[in-house]
């Protein structure tokens, strides 16, 4: 049973900097990737980043890309997502969520492929 946990969130003062980290169970194999996405009040779920977990391969969203790095750990099980320079903006909550075949097909920021979801994380960006 794949299931997927997210931690990290809270509240941060502009330009500052957190680490999200997405903790994965239950695949067999890295054909999958990770994705993360964000939804704030009023606006609909967009994609922020994602990454081939065997590959390796990463795409971003052009409003975080050079602030947010995403990566993975040695194992592939934990996933982070470093987000510097914050902005108000970037207030939203936080999910993680797994494509099972992702790694074939090169990922994507489209959500409709992301079959699990973790339960999200806020993050707060106010001075």
């Known amino acids: 049973q794949v299931q997927l946990v997210e931690s990290g969130g809270g509240l941060v003062q502009p330009g500052g900097s957190l680490r999200l980290s997405c903790v994965t169970s239950?695949?067999?194999?890295?054909?999958?990737?990770i994705g993360w996405f964000r939804q704030a009040p009023g606006n609909e779920r967009e994609g922020v980043a994602y990454?081939?977990?065997?590959?390796?391969?990463?795409g971003y969203a052009s409003a975080v890309k050079g602030r947010f790095t995403i990566s993975r750990d040695g194992s592939g099980n934990t996933i982070y997502l470093e987000m510097n320079n914050l902005k108000p903006e970037d207030t939203a909550v936080y999910y993680c969520?797994?494509?099972?075949?992702?790694?074939?097909?090169?990922?994507?920021?489209?959500?409709?492929?992301?079959?699990?979801w973790g339960q999200g994380t806020q993050v707060t960006v106010s001075s």
């Open positions: 239950g695949f067999t194999n890295d054909w999958h990737s």
């Open positions: 990454i081939t977990i065997g590959e390796q391969l990463t």
């Open positions: 969520a797994a494509d099972p075949y992702g790694n074939l097909v090169g990922g994507t920021l489209r959500a409709a492929p992301y079959d699990y």
